[in-house]
């Protein structure tokens, strides 16, 4: 069966571009329900994307980000063309921070340190995360990954302790400007510059969570050598405190918290969407999980649940 809609967009992007003759390459999706295609033309490649229906306000946002962020000096896919949820970006390569060769990587990720840095200092208005930004990361991880992964119902008051803990450290850090998915599947390394994708959800949060979003990405595993430099030039570029120790500490729990929702996440794309392809990504994410908890005696009895259920 044809898929009317994709084929309206085919029409739409030829018509823009003014050549008839396009070669349309389906790109691996994100998390999200966009669809992405390459399109080959005479004179180079864009991206197309196709929004669903239900998220017109996330184009929308996306448009307005993506004009705000390019004026204030950061590198993003401003889009070349749009009609309703149907848009035209230009081609960032394939490039990503992810992928690249371990020898390769401090500068790179030195780049992105300082690009959160520039990111954190913008001034702009956004909404600060409240309480239940934390507690929808909280019920992902205890309704995908504990219930409906390994089959585990906690007994009332289990995590109680820790999920305070979590929530604590959450809201007495300095809340900024974030990307919330400042990763390296989402930075792309275009000439010597870096440019960031995916950067509609902009929110104030706290100032280690796009840090640890980076140090501690699922998809690349960096060496402590690795982690512990950047932490230190994460710490600091930032005038917010003056404790190193306490920037470690607010990271390494931030990074819990964030480990916990991913989780879940990868879950729930598996069982509810289809996209198993994340569940590859969920040994690394809590191996990373348990190394950090492990240091931390008031993690203790997550440390134990995690043990006792592989």
């Known amino acids: 069966m044809r898929d009317n809609t994709v084929e309206a967009l085919k029409i739409w992007a030829g018509e823009h571009l003014g050549q008839p003759d396009l070669t349309f390459s389906p790109l691996a999706g994100d998390a999200g329900s966009r669809r992405y295609w390459r399109i080959t033309h005479p004179g180079g490649t864009v991206i197309a994307v196709l929004y669903p229906d239900s998220e017109t306000s996330q184009a929308d946002r996306f448009v307005s980000c993506a004009t705000w962020l ?27 921070l992810s ?4 020898d390769q990587r401090p500068a790179w990720y030195a780049k992105a340190i300082a690009l959160l840095g520039k990111l954190q200092g913008l001034d702009v208005p956004l909404d600060r ?29 289990q995590l109680d302790g820790i999920f305070q803990l979590l929530f604590n450290n959450f809201f007495e850090q300095p809340a900024v400007p974030a990307h919330r998915d400042y990763h390296g599947r989402n930075l792309h390394c275009v000439g010597d510059q870096l440019a960031v994708i995916d950067f509609q959800d902009l929110q104030l949060l706290p100032l280690t969570y796009d840090a640890v979003s980076l140090i501690r990405d699922s998809y690349v595993a960096l060496s402590p050598a690795e982690e512990q430099a950047l932490i230190q030039q994460g710490f600091a570029q930032q005038a917010h405190t003056g404790d190193l120790a306490q920037y470690r500490r ?7 918290l964030r480990q916990l929702k991913v989780l879940g996440i990868f879950c729930r794309l598996h069982y509810q969407d289809g996209k ?28 134990a649940l995690l043990d006792e259920h592989q």
Not at 80 to 88: E, F, T, V
Not at 99 to 102: F, I, K, P, Q
Request: charged letters at 20%.
């Open 276 to 303: 198993s392809g994340y569940l590859k990504d969920l040994a690394p994410t809590r191996d990373k999980l348990l190394r950090v908890a492990r240091q931390y005696e008031e993690l203790a009895p997550l440390v």
């Open 250 to 256: 607010w990271l390494d729990l931030t990074g819990v």
């Open 70 to 96: 390019a004026g204030q000096g950061i590198k993003v896919p401003l889009p070349l063309a749009r009609q309703g949820n149907w848009m035209l970006l230009p081609d960032l390569g394939e490039r990503l």
């Open 99 to 102: 992928g690249l060769a371990a």
């Open 129 to 157: 995360a409240g309480q239940p930004f934390v507690q929808r990361k909280q019920d992902l991880f205890q309704q995908w990954y504990l219930k409906r992964h390994l089959g585990v119902a906690l007994a009332p008051g």
